[in-house]
């Protein structure tokens, strides 16, 4: 290919690359990431789920290490390094290209095979044209490569026999890639009853889409990242499932599920606020959250779906809001709920907890009204139960 009219602009063009020169773009996605992590596991599995959630990250940063190290000489210079997900250039030289393809058509069976066909990579490979400025007749080459990945998953003929003469690398296993110590999780999650807690960032895409430098791209995408791990870190009474990209999967005790949500979102958007390179950001900043309340004998895909079905709710009744069981609730009324918890919960006896928590969240809210200390705490919270009724008329 002679000719393209694709570019990747770059604020400051990488080290080793010069202006108007050609290149190979590349990307790597995982498939099936979801399947995957949430198989029909019930609680007694969560530590499991968390591992195979893991897995997927190491497995990514692993990948770039050896590409890394297979390209030296060829200037691989990664842009994109996150779960599932690795996008790089690399010279225009067709030895690099050769050494690419072998080492991902390699990889394609070896983690098809590993791990039974439950998840699969799939790759593209383009060219662009580096430019440090936006220029008026190229397209981006995100969206080429985005689409030579998506035509590779659907021509793609990539099967791989499960028998000893396809066997996988075991250096890719799960259990060599990450360690069961590493995963071990020392957060008491016996309460009978739990929430399931989904957290999005809200508006991204206007952010990404005003963005046309590459490597700043990246940057912000590393920065939402580190923040969301960050923000989760320390948390009291979490269970961490995944932290990436830009939301968030968690379990906590239904007992603390107002201080634990509240704890989160106060901690992400003090970071938001912190990070000069977000200031244009903060005024579409938002977070849509989807909870769950569930027993222990759920299996995980099952609630995992339902706290998803309530974050979507959350983005289509004007994002930036917190929906359980069809109820949602602004961020400032969820910090209000939480306040009142916190000024009533010492004349809340042992008998009135556990009705607390027997059974839905709404019956939470009714209890909390019945034995809020102020006459105003417990009218507010009654309103904010009528619109559930509201919303059926």
């Known amino acids: 290919m002679l000719w393209t ?31 995957f992590i949430y198989q029909n596991d019930n609680m007694e599995s969560l530590n499991e789920i968390t591992r195979r959630s893991e897995y997927i990250q190491r497995l990514t940063v692993k990948m770039n290490e050896e590409l890394i190290e297979i390209l030296e000489g060829y200037s691989y210079i990664p842009i994109t390094v996150s779960s599932g997900k690795i996008q790089a250039i690399i010279k225009n030289n067709k030895r690099a290209r050769s050494v690419l393809r072998a080492y991902l058509e390699k990889m394609q069976g070896i983690v098809f095979v590993e791990n039974q066909a439950k998840i699969q990579i799939f790759y593209g490979i383009t060219y662009a044209w580096i430019r440090s400025r936006n ?62 807690v989904k957290m999005d960032f809200d508006n991204l895409g206007n952010l990404f889409s005003n963005l046309k430098e590459a490597d700043v791209k990246a940057d912000v995408s590393a920065t ?44 992400i958007r003090r970071r938001i606020y912190e990070e000069d390179s977000l200031a244009d950001y903060r005024k579409d900043f938002g977070i849509s959250c989807g909870v769950c309340v569930f027993h222990r004998d759920v299996p995980m895909i099952h ?3 339902n706290a998803e079905k309530e974050l979507l709710k959350s983005k289509g009744k004007g994002k930036n809001q917190i929906t359980v069981e069809n109820l949602s609730f602004g961020w400032e009324e969820w910090q209000e709920l939480n306040e009142i918890m916190s000024r009533c919960s010492h004349i809340i006896n042992s008998k009135k907890r556990e009705d607390m928590q027997s059974f839905k969240f709404k019956h939470f809210l009714q ?26 008329k």
Do not use: W
């Open 135 to 196: 220029c008026e007749g190229y397209d981006s080459a995100l969206f080429t490569l985005m689409n030579v990945i998506e035509r590779n998953k659907y021509q793609s003929a990539n099967l791989y026999e499960l028998d000893p003469e396809h066997s996988g690398d075991d250096r890719y296993s799960i259990c060599s890639v990450l360690p069961l110590r590493e995963c071990e999780n020392s957060v008491n999650l016996d309460s009978f009853k739990l929430a399931a």
């Open 367 to 392: 209890v909390l009204s019945e034995n809020a200390c102020e006459f105003k705490e417990r009218e507010y919270i009654k309103r904010l139960l009528e619109r559930d009724q509201d919303s059926v």
């Open 5 to 35: 009219k694709e570019a990747l602009f770059f604020k400051d063009i990488p080290k080793g690359y010069r202006e108007n020169e050609k290149i190979m773009f590349a990307g790597v996605d995982f498939s099936g990431i979801q399947g």
């Open 224 to 267: 939402i990242i580190e923040i969301i791990e960050k923000a989760v870190t320390g948390i009291e009474n979490i269970h961490l499932i995944y932290a990436g990209g830009d939301d968030i999967f968690f379990i906590c005790p239904f007992t603390y599920i107002l201080e634990t949500i509240q704890i989160a979102y106060l901690n």
């Open 303 to 305: 609630y995992m779906d």
